[in-house]
């Protein structure tokens, strides 16, 4: 149903003037003569709450994306008033509420250049069908605006021009511009005039967003029931608007374990136990590192979660403490569907306990999917979370799982003509009972969400590790997640690419697509190049649907063998960059990965492009996208660059060449940063790290990085017990200073860095560490790119 927001439309109502107002510390209400209610709170100088309800009284407040971790407060706050406007000033924003219409315009209180305008503004037409508004929103599309967000919508990064439609979909070998996905993601960042603002649209009814499509210069927003409920959100920078989302909706709550950064492999499916020891034994034959293998359906009883297939596994405990023996990780999938079945513990408890979703008119809810026909519960209830979550205690805890993926949480149901649950479905709501219509799209997120509890519960003191396919904002508080059903295809490998940048730009960073794809077979090059993305995916999972052949990493010949392997081994190495870009993820809610318009939003060139994108802080990324490519184009942003694999000093802000055979792909280093490597490894832990490379890319001026290390799992870093060093490095003429303060309670167990100097522009003639000259027997042969070995703890290093 697409629902036309012009003003012409003869459903629309609009709110008039207004006649009353009151504030309440940090929230306004304002009514209007018709019956329309604003309530704006102030809840940081840089982020406002809108909430509009025509003729009734408010809803219980109550979202499930929004944490109780967000912060508030702000700095100042004054309302004052014209004959016109109320206006509401912060430190960082001006609020200019129309007295007439109720319209809103928003203002940088600093320059008081206009950031974001209604256009109508807040509207809404009746609901015949199910009571209550259809809500809407519309604003004005400023002079070239570009807009971002939106989650995992599989379109152009600038989501200018486009209308997209969130409503939680189980998409089988989607395409290119199929929507709605897997997720729903109401949040957007709007880029105009240099300055970037947010809007999170927190309501979980199916919602659409028009950016500048329908109409020219309006951009609007709208859902099919629920509140007109938004939070803006003020930059002007977009990085600080994304960080502002993603602390609203939250952060992962504790870092990963560092093995789940690792290479994780998957099919549907490996059994019985002899095969997943085939593919693992092959691993390290191979000496290809991996850490994680995933179990997808068949191990379980007929498809009921919480089972074994006793043929298949006939011992589960002791495949699985076989796997970790090897450095494997097991992880399973584990689905909402419930299979009726009287003789099946879990489905005979949730019927006693009534913990099954059910129909408006009372009977069950009944649909089928992998076992058959199935109950499902309903996560949406604290008591039926907990009851799951308990569920786990046998996988995790005595078992030993170390991971669950939770699937076909969307819900999806096969064989009917909507795929999902029909709207009449009663959900609890956490006590706001409502219909599928409203709990649709965070039915994943709590499933994902009692999941993860089960996992801390029973893994304790290690970390959980869930992986959702269906997600509303917020569900990165719980699980990593992967972009679903895609197709081994060249197109795919471009989606997979812009998803996993929005996904992060839309405060989700733990997230990667099926590499080489899901539906379908790559071949041997199109595999390699997806490795080579995927491994600058926060989430790295090769997965597949065997119904197409084989996907391991050896399936397509020695010279594929052989790239897979370097690249995999390159991730590996790059571990403790990695986990310092996700620790840096949790401390600011700045995405890991960046396209360049968050990454350098004042350079006009980024606004358009898809492919490039930053790595951490320091690393710029580029896929090859195309077959039979020696190289490619891409755009270099504004600064000093370093190839990878030159090691050549390059000038950014244009677009060049760059040549890629088969083993290479476009990877540049920030001039000024300094990369922590590790030794590669077949699998976390595998080795005693005593030594850990610095590689030091000299820059004309100065450049600060990190390197952030613990025990890699466990909570004992939230005591302290992390090391977290600043390298602060100011590079001259004919000298390079490098200075290191480090805080946190952990020892690390490696007690030197091994730095390696890249372009250095002078010879050396001298080195001091902590003002102690180095001997160097050979110092004459000392020129430009050498390698030093100093004490972990030094303060400061110089070359001379
Ligand atoms: C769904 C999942 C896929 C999984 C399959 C079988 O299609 O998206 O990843 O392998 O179900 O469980």
């Not at 997120?445 to 993860?452: F, I, K």
């Not at 904002?473 to 929005?502: C, F, K, M, P």
């Not at 790290?689 to 890319?697: G, M, Q």
């Not at 000298?735 to 050396?764: D, N, V």
């Amino acid at each position: 149903m697409i629902i036309n927001t012009e003003l012409e439309h003869k459903g629309n109502q609009y709110p008039n003037h207004i006649v009353f107002y009151e504030k309440n510390i940090n929230t306004l209400l304002f009514k209007t003569e018709n019956g329309v209610s604003l309530q704006l709170t102030i809840v940081r100088d840089s982020i406002l709450r809108f909430r509009y309800a025509s003729f009734v009284n408010f809803e219980n407040d109550f979202s499930y994306a929004i944490t109780k971790y967000a912060k508030t407060g702000y700095n100042h706050l004054e309302v004052t008033e014209t004959d016109q406007y109320y206006i509401v000033t912060t430190s960082k924003l001006i609020c200019n509420i129309n007295k007439s219409n109720l319209k809103i315009s928003i203002f940088d209180s600093l320059d008081f250049s206009l950031i974001c305008e209604d256009e109508i503004g807040y509207h809404w037409e009746e609901s015949y069908d199910f009571g209550g508004n259809i809500v809407k929103m519309s604003k004005v599309s400023n002079d070239g605006e570009s807009y971002y967000g939106l989650g995992d919508k599989p379109d152009h990064l600038n989501l200018k021009g486009k209308r997209f439609e969130n409503w939680v979909s189980d998409s089988f070998a989607f395409g290119k511009y199929t929507d709605p996905l897997y997720k729903a993601i109401p949040f957007y960042t709007g880029l105009h005039h240099g300055k970037s603002y947010g809007i999170f649209f927190d309501n979980s009814f199916k919602s659409c967003f028009d950016f500048a499509h329908e109409r020219k210069n309006i951009t609007s927003f709208w859902a099919y029931g629920g509140e007109m409920n938004y939070y803006f959100m003020y930059g002007p920078k977009m990085t600080d608007v994304v960080a502002n989302y993603t602390d609203l909706t939250g952060k992962p709550h504790q870092l990963p374990a560092l093995w789940s950064l690792g290479y994780h492999q998957c099919k549907w499916s490996y059994y019985p136990e002899n095969k997943v020891k085939e593919i693992t034994s092959k691993f390290r034959e191979l000496n290809i590192p991996c850490d994680a293998i995933y179990l997808d359906i068949d191990y379980m009883e007929g498809f009921r979660c919480f089972t074994w297939n006793k043929d298949y596994f006939p011992d589960p405990k002791r495949i699985v403490k076989e796997l970790a023996d090897e450095g494997f990780k097991t992880i399973v999938i584990i689905d909402p569907g419930i299979k009726i079945d009287p003789d099946y513990h879990v489905f005979q408890e949730a019927l006693d306990k009534d913990y099954f979703c059910k129909r408006a008119d009372g009977p069950y809810m009944k649909g089928k999917v992998w076992p058959g026909q199935c109950y499902f519960p309903d996560f949406t209830k604290a008591e039926v979370r907990d009851w799951w979550s308990d569920l786990f205690k046998e996988l995790v805890e005595d078992i030993g799982v170390r991971g669950v993926w939770n699937d076909m949480n969307e819900p999806a149901v096969m064989e009917v003509p909507n795929k999902t649950f029909p709207d009449d479905v009663r959900h609890d709501y956490e006590g706001n009972p409502c219909s599928h219509r409203k709990a649709h799209n965070v039915y994943g997120m709590q499933m994902a969400r009692a999941t993860y509890h089960g996992l801390k519960k029973f893994a304790y003191p290690k970390r959980p590790f869930v992986i959702t396919r269906a997600a509303y904002s917020g569900t990165q508080r719980y699980s990593s997640s992967w972009t679903g059903d895609n197709i081994a295809s060249w197109e795919h490998l471009w989606i997979a690419n812009v998803q996993a940048q929005r996904m992060s730009l839309s405060g989700f960073s733990f997230i990667g697509s099926d590499i080489g794809g899901f539906a379908e077979q790559p071949n041997g090059e199109l595999y390699a190049r997806w490795i080579q993305l995927g491994v600058f995916h926060p989430f790295c999972r090769t997965h597949s649907s065997g119904d197409h052949g084989e996907q391991e990493p050896w399936m397509f010949g020695d010279e594929v063998t052989d790239i897979v392997r370097s690249f995999i081994e390159l991730r590996y190495q790059l571990l403790p960059y990695l986990y310092t870009a996700f620790w840096q993820y949790l401390d600011e809610g700045i995405p890991i990965l960046k396209s360049l318009v968050l990454y350098d939003q004042d350079d006009i060139q980024t606004h358009y492009r898809t492919d490039e994108f930053m790595y951490g802080n320091d690393i710029l990324v580029c896929p090859i996208l195309e077959p039979n490519s020696k190289g490619r184009r891409m755009y270099i942003p504004r600064g000093k660059w370093y190839n990878f694999w030159t090691k050549e000093l390059i000038k950014g802000g244009r677009e060049i060449w760059i040549d890629t055979d088969l083993d290479t792909m476009p990877i540049f280093i920030k001039a000024g940063s300094i990369i922590p490597k590790y030794p590669v490894q077949l699998y976390v832990g595998e080795k005693e790290i005593d030594e850990v490379v610095l590689e030091v890319h000299y820059k004309l001026g100065k450049a600060q990085s990190l390197l952030f290390d613990d025990i890699h799992d466990g909570y004992d870093y939230t005591k302290g017990r992390y090391s977290l060093s600043k390298f602060k490095l100011n590079g001259k003429a004919n000298e390079l200073i490098i200075q290191q303060h480090t805080t946190g309670k952990f020892i690390t167990p490696y007690t030197r860095f091994k730095l390696k100097f890249i372009g250095l522009p002078f010879s050396i003639s001298k080195i001091e560490v902590d003002n102690v000259a180095i001997d160097l027997p050979n110092l004459n042969e000392v020129k430009t790119n050498f390698e030093l070995i100093v004490d972990k703890n030094f303060t400061e290093i110089h070359l001379m």
